[in-house]
């Protein structure tokens, strides 16, 4: 992990099924240690749908990182990463689909989501979730 200041927080997962149970105990934590429990349950849930995408979808290491910007108004930043270029596509799940919903998870629960180009390959899918007073 990686910690800088206070305000950031990274991990790099390998891309096996410990994961994302992994990935929620991180977060879980660090969320714990800056004083935003009220936050804990809805980021790992969807840290735990993202990381889950990346295990189906990309193959080699996946980032989750932490960003708690003081000049941004309150604003919790998730982004998790991973060395598939593709950007995820959200779509409509039918009823009796057992997968396809993560994305409008995040979508629906953050307060703004997106994706970008990776640093040097991959992507990054990100959300943002407004950090109560």
């Not at 003081?70 to 919790?76: E, R």
């Amino acid at each position: 992990m990686i910690d800088s200041e206070g305000g950031c927080a990274e991990w790099t997962f390998p891309a096996e099924a410990g994961a994302v149970r992994a990935a929620r105990a991180a977060v879980r934590g660090r969320l714990r240690d800056w004083g935003l429990d009220s936050l804990a349950d809805i980021t790992a849930l969807l840290v735990s749908e993202l990381v889950t995408n990346s295990l189906r979808h990309a193959t080699g290491p996946i980032g989750v990182r932490l960003v708690r910007p003081v000049g941004l108004g309150g604003v919790l930043l998730v982004e998790v990463s991973d060395p598939l270029p593709d950007p995820p596509l959200e779509r409509i799940a039918a009823p009796e689909d057992e997968s396809g919903r993560g994305l409008q998870l995040v979508a629906h629960s953050s307060r703004r989501w997106g994706t970008r180009p990776g640093r040097n390959t991959g992507k990054t899918v990100w959300f943002e979730l407004a950090v109560p007073k």
